[in-house]
């Protein structure tokens, strides 16, 4: 995903700052800040430690403010979060964290709480959710097929059919070590055994044009250049590419491709979650579980699908007409914990088989 810094994270050295600034200056100075501090600790607020970008998630914020009145207070950053709150411990003023990929979704396991919630179980499916209630899906993501418009007669793929000899020298995809192909694989293994996993991947690995490299998008500008006729990626990228007006090259690279919903061995296309975990320390943890319950709303949950393209996580809200327009499919039932605990030997396969090395 595209990383963009972000001044906010200047949010959380603010009261420290006015506390400084109110000891230092004149009388009637120290009188405001104090003031104003005083305010700031009675102003309802909950902090969010986020790896998804301000785009998606700002708005979401400003409609939960506006229906709540909470402050919602943000630290963006592309890697370290889980670390940090791990790092600060029980003075963490991390609330929520917000991520996404079930890899991720585990680590922020480590430091969460469970949270008890009619709301949440209502919306978010079982196989969404972990079983002690510490982590929580909030939108889906398949990951497809983008199969070339010109050389890909095929509509009907299978992930078994991308390791058969007729796909030699066509299939793209980013590094196998990358969370969303370890999630894949891990669901792969679940369908397939160990050892029909570990075939199936040495026969993907000799159908690959090249060594793995780049992301998602990447791959399919690969097949709208020539490079191969088959690319894996996540769905939502679909809608990035096609309605990027910054780099409307993308909207070519996508015009090129097909979206195909590849079943998995026992059917069902392969799903992936963004999600959302109450921090162990939540220094105001009723709030972080308004947000939480907001954020699976159907006013959220039409904002992630809208605005970013993703599946809503209640089967009751439909996805945008956009993300309809790729295709109806069957998603795998597989459970994300399931697939959580199957990372590692993934992950360990795509080392024995040298995937990375390419064909
Ligand atoms: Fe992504």
Not at 107 to 114: H, I, K, L, N, S
Not at 179 to 200: C, R
Not at 282 to 292: D, E, G, I, V
Request: aromatic share 10%; with cysteine; hydrophobic share 40%.
């Amino acid at each position: 995903m595209r990383f963009r810094v972000f001044a906010l994270t200047a949010f959380f050295s603010l009261p420290l700052t006015a506390f400084i600034i109110s000891h230092a200056a004149t009388t009637t100075a120290a009188q405001d800040a104090s003031v104003a501090q005083e305010n700031e600790q009675l102003t309802q607020r909950v902090n969010v430690y986020s790896y998804r970008q301000p785009f998606l998630v700002e708005p979401l914020f400003e409609q939960f403010t506006a229906a709540t009145g909470i402050k919602v207070k943000v630290i963006f950053a592309k890697k370290g979060l889980i670390e940090r709150v791990k790092t600060e411990g029980k003075r963490s003023p991390a609330d929520v964290i917000l991520t996404v990929d079930i890899g991720r979704l585990q680590a922020a396991q480590a430091v969460a709480q469970p949270v008890t919630s009619a709301i949440l179980t209502k919306h978010v499916p079982k196989r969404a959710r972990s079983a002690d209630d510490k982590w929580f899906g909030l939108t889906w993501r398949a990951r497809v097929a983008y199969v070339s418009r010109a050389r890909v007669a095929a509509t009907d793929l299978s992930f078994a059919d991308l390791a058969k000899p007729e796909y030699r020298g066509r299939v793209c995809l980013r590094s196998g070590q990358h969370p969303y192909n370890i999630a894949l694989f891990a669901a792969l293994i679940d369908h397939m055994g160990e050892a029909g996993f570990k075939n199936w991947l040495s026969g993907l690995k000799a159908n690959l044009a090249g060594k793995p490299s780049g992301n998602d998008r990447a791959q399919v500008r690969k097949v709208y250049g020539g490079a191969c006729d088959i690319a894996i990626g996540n769905t939502y990228y679909m809608g990035k590419m096609q309605t990027n007006e910054k780099k409307p090259e993308q909207q070519d690279w996508a015009k090129s491709v097909r979206v195909v919903f590849p079943d998995m061995p026992r059917g069902g296309a392969h799903m992936n979650i963004s999600g959302m975990a109450m921090a162990e320390y939540a220094p105001n943890r009723a709030n972080a579980q308004k947000l939480m319950e907001f954020l699976v709303s159907e006013t959220a949950q039409k904002t992630y699908a809208e605005v970013n393209f993703e599946y809503p996580i209640s089967a009751d809200i439909a996805a945008s007409a956009r993300v309809q327009s790729w295709g109806a499919f069957t998603p795998d039932r597989l459970s994300l914990s399931t697939i959580a605990n199957l990372r590692r030997r993934a992950s360990e396969i795509v080392d024995e088989v040298s995937f990375n090395d390419g064909p």
